[in-house]
């Protein structure tokens, strides 16, 4: 074997998604005049900003995250998003939409308008309000059948709205960063990672996240076929329900009424690898948001302005 | 489903840590399949997904449900419903496009981009296949080569992509016969030479039953090659091939975080880097040294193409965004004219002469495009004329950039050699482009100094070197007028040579027909060897119809300033018929010759040629002596 000779060297797959998504970041700091980084504190937002501190390094990134809140976030979540911010020395926006903070949008009440009041109406506010050009999110197109086609580099018109049947081609590496004043871009930088990708990347880099993805004793009730988490006193416990505490973890975190727990005793990140690796069924399934209205609903809160 | 291949899960349970570390270690694939539903491209998706265990339970009920309901295979899992959940897409009017699918074996990690393909997809593939490194090109064995298929071999060969399957797939449904196979590999083993394919890999395969899947099948005991899944496992990816190619990176962004720090951040296109490499900022051409390869990581010893890094150089030169990082020894090309390949990939046309934005690399110049010199029929490989590309339009022409910038050929180098086209208005990517080769290369451009130069050539002459250009219609007179004109010249004592459209036809272009395609080449080739010859000091004459501006303008940048002298042989077409000297009008209106220039194909008269000569007014003798009067004034 010459391999020594030839200096050759086979990149692994988690080398070139790191170079893939450190390439895109960078041409959108080139290209664009006001970029942010929306951090929602879960796994795949950990790796983003991971990535983006090493596409900058030695600089931090130059740009800000933005946080758009929603007040129902598990409260370990709002822990490590301080923390980080901090550690990368980035500024940290928090948004929250004045309306629904006014009118106490909450997901026990308002079914389906929290998601849209606080998300999907509170990021398109946020991003005029601050009048960001090009957001990046840590959406993967391994995540939802819509999503699967999305491109990298995602339009918005001036209402935010996405457009699926007049996407831009995009070839090769190239990204076509140019828009009229009131358009915007959502840029998703890790779109070609998988969940195992994720997982295995954090667990190499030695990524902090969120301890709610480790098992551990919770209080809990089952509601509708699915595992809540009573995370604070705002939790209206309904007749007969008593919380149960339960080894669980969570495979994706969102507003803590509205994301389903799975049981579980894997306590480290190999553990948690593991199990996933051995379960049966989709990673957004414990996530209600996927659900209401029907097979294309994901899509549709795209078009919408969701992200 | 006991495939060694895909039997992870003991591993996984037994002992996480030795996965997580043999898992950690794999390669990456990105592939392309390219057929239709009908080819069982879907159901072979499926299959690979369904069988690396990319499937979950409760998309797997979802499957079985839709199977029964709308399936096409009985009570057995239909797999092409799983990959067609854009199906509900389809029923909405969404245009179809790339959909981007994973899935991993013991050896390594899988991106499929799964494209339609049919042809009004044709950007879709296209754009499915600018990452990837291999194709998998799937044909129903019932049914052989067909149109499509070689379109989208075709399809696969223009982007670039060296590995290409060829799966005879539903070989069940022609009782596993080595034969057909056979057959169809012959067939297709024409077709690929032709377009220039050199080398394929076929199998015989069933997506539906799985033969030659993931395990050599015992239906067909006489198929001596891989499986599917190991020959995508152990085929050798782009990015190895890169590595060996000389370094470049293009500047992304320039690390600026305090003054004591200044690095040059990109991914490396080519080629292996490390500190004290001597490296060329293109295209100021100016030289450095590699002094650091920074990363959050740790500085590197080395870094190989595919690495997004930081490189810091040991002097203080001026390197920004668009600039290129080369080796200093072997750097890329400047130029700002170009042959190129373009697929279009707008609703509205091609706009020539119009500028649009082009960015290759990280380079973003305004970029006016020609006219094609053809376009071509992606299902039957001819090359039409064309004046425009429509959406799904794939041709070639002269692109020309308000700037030189950095290139490499694109068979050379993707990074370097593509580029997208942008709409200055709409701000919508138009249409992609491949360049071949440079029309006209920038001052910086190093060249071959020879001792001898042109000028020095020219001197030794007591001449000033030209090339008349003489073009019109056959029978206009060009060679009659030219022949004289040099006799005219040689008398006087000057150094001359004629090119002759019929004799350079003998001898350096034999090898060429008078296809479009053709035709152009032929005109290039004289081109080159009227410069070599301008170069050495000679006055050059030319006589060809070349009909086209495209390539009378080609070969017009290939000239310093004012060497090229366009002269139009301006004679009627009626009056050029009339003459008919070798009978050609005669056979070509008998329908006996295509594509003969003013009866079924144009002629595009010189918009301001340097000299006009009007065969009606002027005589042979008269019109020579006017162009040697123009020539030597």
Redesign the interface.
């Known amino acids: 074997m010459s391999k020594e000779d030839?200096?050759?060297?086979?990149?692994?797959?988690?080398?070139?998604?790191?170079?893939?998504s450190?390439?895109i970041m960078?041409?959108v700091?080139?290209e664009a005049e006001h970029p942010v980084m929306l951090y929602s504190v879960g796994k795949d937002s950990a790796v983003m900003l991971h990535l983006a501190?090493?596409?900058?390094?030695?600089?931090?990134p130059p740009f800000p995250l933005l946080h758009v809140d929603t007040t129902w976030k598990f409260r370990d979540m709002y822990a490590l998003r301080d923390r980080m911010a901090t550690e990368s020395g980035m500024e940290l926006l928090v948004y929250q939409n004045p309306e629904a903070v006014e009118k106490g949008i909450n997901p026990f009440d308002h079914g389906p308008l929290h998601t849209d009041m606080w998300k999907t109406e509170g990021l398109k506010q946020a991003l005029d309000h601050y009048g960001f050009d090009v957001a990046f999110g840590g959406a993967r197109?391994?995540e939802e059948?819509?999503r699967?086609?999305e491109r990298v580099f995602s339009f918005r018109s001036a209402n935010h709205r996405w457009d699926?049947?007049n996407?831009?081609?995009?070839?090769?590496?190239?990204y076509?960063a140019?828009?009229?004043k009131a358009e915007s871009i959502r840029c998703f930088p890790i779109?070609?990672w998988?969940e195992?990708?994720i997982w295995?990347y954090i667990?190499?880099n030695d990524i902090p996240i969120v301890p709610l993805y480790f098992a551990e004793k919770r209080p809990t009730v089952e509601r509708d076929g699915m595992l809540l988490m009573v995370d604070d006193d705002r939790f209206p416990l309904r007749e007969s329900e008593v919380p149960v505490e339960r080894s669980i973890r969570f495979r994706t975190l969102g507003c803590y009424p509205l994301t389903g727990a799975v049981e579980s005793e894997a306590k480290t990140l190999?553990?948690v690898?593991?199990e996933m690796?051995?379960?049966?069924?989709?990673e957004r399934?414990g996530r209600i948001i996927d659900k209401d209205g029907g097979?294309?609903s994901m899509?549709k809160k795209k078009q919408e302005g969701y992200f | 489903m006991t495939d060694p291949i895909y039997q992870?899960?003991a591993l996984?349970?037994e002992d996480?840590?030795a996965?997580?570390e043999s898992?950690?270690?794999?390669?990456?694939l990105r592939f392309i399949t390219c057929g239709s539903v009908d080819d069982g491209k879907s159901t072979l998706i499926g299959r690979l997904l369904y069988d690396s265990k990319m499937i979950?339970?409760?998309?797997l009920a979802a499957l079985e449900a839709d199977s029964k309901r709308v399936g096409t295979q009985g009570q057995e899992i239909d797999f092409a419903l799983l990959v067609d959940?854009?199906a509900?897409?389809r029923e909405?009017?969404?245009?179809i496009?790339?959909?981007?699918?994973?899935f991993?074996t013991e050896k390594?990690?899988f991106?499929v981009a799964d494209t339609p393909g049919h042809e009004q997809y044709t950007?879709?593939m296209?754009?499915g296949a600018?990452?990837a490194d291999l194709a998998v090109i799937l044909i129903d064995a019932r049914k052989g080569v067909l149109t499509q298929t070689r379109r989208h071999s075709f399809l696969a060969h223009l982007i670039g992509i060296r590995n290409i399957v060829l799966a005879v797939n539903k070989m069940d449904l022609v009782d596993y016969s080595q034969k057909v196979f056979d057959d169809i590999v012959a067939d297709y083993r024409i077709f690929a030479d032709s377009i220039g394919i050199q080398a394929f890999t076929a199998m015989p395969i069933s997506g539906f039953k799985g033969d030659n899947i993931t395990a050599l099948s015992p239906n067909t005991p006489w198929y001596q090659g891989k499986p599917l899944i190991q020959h995508l496992e152990e085929v050798e990816?782009d990015?190895?091939v890169d590595?060996?190619k000389p370094f470049r990176m293009a500047v992304?962004?320039v690390?600026?975080?305090n003054l004591d720090?200044r690095?040059f951040?990109?991914?490396i296109a080519s080629g292996?880097v490390k500190p004290g490499d001597e490296v060329r900022v293109l295209p100021s051409g100016k030289t450095s040294t590699v002094s650091r390869i920074?990363?959050?990581?740790g500085d590197l010893a080395?870094a190989?193409a595919?690495?997004?890094v930081?490189i810091c150089l040991a002097d203080e030169i001026d390197c920004s965004?668009g600039d290129v990082l080369a080796i200093a020894d072997h750097p890329p090309q400047v130029a700002d004219q170009f042959e190129a390949s373009i697929v279009w990939?707008s609703d509205e046309h091609l706009i020539p002469g119009r500028p649009y934005?082009l960015?290759?690399g990280?380079q973003m110049v305004s970029a006016t495009i020609q006219p094609p010199k053809y376009q071509v029929n992606v299902n039957t490989m001819e090359h039409l004329a064309a004046r425009t590309l429509e959406l799904n339009g794939i041709g070639v022409a002269v692109v020309s950039t308000d700037k030189p910038i950095v290139f490499e050929p694109y068979d050379q180098s993707?990074?370097l050699g593509?580029?997208?086209l942008?709409d200055r208005m709409t701000?919508?990517?138009v249409a992609?482009g491949m360049l071949h080769f440079s029309l006209r290369r920038a001052q910086n451009v190093h060249w071959q100094a020879l001792d001898v130069s042109r000028e020095a050539h020219a001197v030794m002459k007591n001449q000033t070197p030209a090339v008349l250009w003489f073009t019109g219609l056959s029978g206009a007179g060009k060679s009659t007028i030219a022949n004289l004109v040099e006799k005219k010249l040689h008398a006087l004592g000057k150094h001359t040579f004629l090119l002759d459209g019929d004799n350079v036809r003998h001898g350096l272009n034999k090898d060429l027909g008078f296809t479009e395609t053709d035709r152009i080449e032929n005109i290039r080739r004289v081109g080159e060897v009227a410069r070599l010859m301008a170069d050495a000091g000679l006055i050059v004459l030319s006589a060809f119809i070349s009909p086209f501006r495209a390539e009378r303008d080609m070969v017009r940048h290939m000239m310093p300033d004012g060497e090229f002298i366009e002269v139009h042989i301006d004679t009627p077409l009626a009056e050029a018929e009339k003459r008919d000297v070798k009978g050609l009008y005669k056979k070509a209106r008998a329908g006996e010759l295509k594509n003969f220039t003013g009866i079924d194909s144009p002629y595009e008269p010189p918009e301001n040629p340097e000299i006009r000569i009007d065969t009606t007014k002027l005589s042979p003798e008269d019109a020579a002596e006017l162009i040697v009067e123009r020539l030597l004034a």
């Open positions: 030839s200096m050759t060297r086979t990149l692994t797959h988690l080398e070139r998604l790191e170079a893939e450190i390439h960078r041409e700091v080139a501190r090493k596409a900058f390094y030695p600089s931090p197109r391994d059948k819509s699967a086609k699926p049947k996407q831009r081609p995009e070839l090769w590496n190239l076509n140019k828009k009229s779109s070609n998988t195992l990708d295995q667990h190499l190999p553990e690898i593991q690796l051995l379960t049966t069924t989709s399934q097979d294309a899509e | 992870t899960d996984i349970a996480i840590d996965y997580l898992h950690q270690h794999k390669s990456l979950f339970e409760d998309q959940g854009l509900a897409e909405q009017g969404i245009t496009d790339v959909a981007y699918r994973f991993t390594r990690k991106i950007r879709n296209v754009t600018s990452t990816v990015n190895i590595q060996a992304q962004w690390n600026r975080p720090f690095g951040s990109g991914q292996t920074v990363t959050l990581d080395e190989v595919g690495q997004s930081t965004r990939m934005w960015k290759l990280t993707r990074t593509g580029f997208i942008i701000n919508a990517t992609a």
